[in-house]
């Protein structure tokens, strides 16, 4: 049986959620592999709408089990918040299973992660404030704090010690901040513990057995291909690896258990925070396509910049992912326009470039080169298949197929879980 990554192939915000949870029900596990809070999943299940940030989404789907990896951060508090809310409208958060090796975001990484945002100024990152990147960075160096930690409270001290050590000479000294106590922070995470214990696992081990035996794992990336800390356009990107091999390194399985890799690509393209945008729309068909797409962040509330499909990041996207398919959403978004731009190239000094430039200096002077399709008026959301589609729709999708390296097999034609059109299927 196969094991799946669904991942973003654009800056993130594609419609992960809905790809994953219409999965959700055909597949075994769902893996949350990188990231933590900081990403954002909607899930429309009949009139019942569920924004997720942390959890995975398969946990809406009865019968699969959602699992936290390893290369996830989590913060205890937003978890146990986020299974509450669960709880309470009646959904089974019984099955979910948490890496003892995902690391925890501490409330002083929180406070460094606002505290340096704010003193870069106009050279900010745009960070959603949820302490990600300094968790992972003290993953790197070495002082970070995992959850297995949490159940030995003299290895817990001795390593929130060592990580205020340093941390609390920067926030006195350089940005003038209180330093944090060692026992308030050792307390706060202890309390935390019992809550969260019977959801840890060794989730390697589990996930392992489980393509042994047959199962269907799906693994999900939490941010886009354009948003990955090597492949990125970095800075402007996220702490971790959301592209196809973070997979593997986020959940402890070998690459040759892969035998599928989606691609979620927005019919348009939408990014949040600060960095390169080539065809980001500033007038009114930008703001038609915020306001129809609902584009708003559903971790940070910010609303998202909104552009035309850019062919370029799309066939990056199918060749740093070895994507072997695209599920395309929001497709229903683009109904009423009567042509519809789609960046194939870029103009950079005064040369065509058909593939994305390795140098950020190239990339942020690149400008769009359009081609443009006919639209359609009709309304979609009631499209079972593909032929249901208008002509022109039909047209569109096939040319940005073509445009983008990997066949589109899924194709999202409304919010709703059932308002999708499944052209070639995944399992």
């Excluded at 809070?37 to 995975?56: C, E, I």
């Amino acid at each position: 049986m196969p094991a799946l990554v669904l991942l973003g192939a654009q800056w993130g915000d594609e419609g992960k959620g809905k790809a994953t949870d219409l999965l959700g029900g055909s597949v075994d596990y769902v893996v949350r592999y990188q990231g933590g809070n900081n990403a954002g999943h909607t899930v429309v299940v009949g009139d019942q709408k569920y924004a997720l940030h942390l959890l995975p989404s398969g946990i809406l789907s009865p019968g699969c089990t959602p699992v936290i990896g390893n290369g996830v951060v989590v913060d205890p508090s937003v978890l146990l918040s986020e299974l509450s809310g669960l709880n309470e409208r009646g959904v089974d958060t019984s099955k979910l299973l948490i890496s003892g090796n995902a690391h925890v975001i501490t409330p002083y990484n929180v406070t460094v992660d606002k505290v340096t945002e704010r003193f870069l100024g106009k050279r900010k990152i745009g960070t959603t404030g949820r302490g990600i990147g300094p968790t992972y960075a003290d993953k790197i160096n070495r002082v970070g704090i995992r959850v297995q930690d949490l159940y030995d409270e003299s290895i817990l001290t001795q390593k929130v010690e060592a990580a205020l050590d340093v941390k609390n000479q920067i926030l006195t000294k350089l940005y003038n901040r209180r330093a944090i106590a060692v026992h308030q922070v050792v307390e706060e995470l202890l309390g935390y513990a019992e809550q969260i214990e019977p959801y840890v696992a060794d989730t390697v081990l589990v996930l392992n057995q489980a393509l042994e035996d047959d199962k269907v794992v799906l693994f999900e990336g939490g941010q886009g291909t354009l948003l990955d800390i090597d492949h990125g356009t970095y800075p402007f990107v996220t702490s971790s690896n959301p592209t196809a091999g973070g997979a593997c390194t986020g959940a402890g399985v070998g690459p040759t258990r892969i035998s599928r890799v989606i691609g979620i690509l927005k019919a348009y393209t939408t990014r949040v925070g600060a960095g390169p945008f080539p065809t980001e729309l500033f007038d009114e068909d930008g703001e038609a396509l915020r306001r129809i797409g609902g584009e708003r962040g559903v971790t940070t509330g910010r609303d998202r910049r909104c552009g035309w499909f850019d062919a370029v990041i799309a066939r990056y996207a199918t060749r740093v992912n070895g994507l072997t398919d695209f599920f395309l959403t929001k497709l229903d978004v683009l109904t009423g326009w009567e042509r519809i731009p789609v960046c194939v190239a870029y103009e950079i000094d005064g040369r065509r470039v058909e593939e994305l430039p390795y140098s950020q200096s190239d990339f942020h002077h690149a400008k769009p080169v359009y081609e443009t399709l006919p639209g359609w008026s009709e309304d979609i959301t009631k499209a079972k298949s593909f032929s249901d589609l208008p002509k022109n729709a039909q047209n569109y999708v096939k040319a940005l197929e073509e445009m983008s390296g990997a066949p589109i097999s899924a194709i999202g034609v409304g919010p709703g879980r059932d308002e999708t059109i499944e052209v070639n299927s995944f399992l």
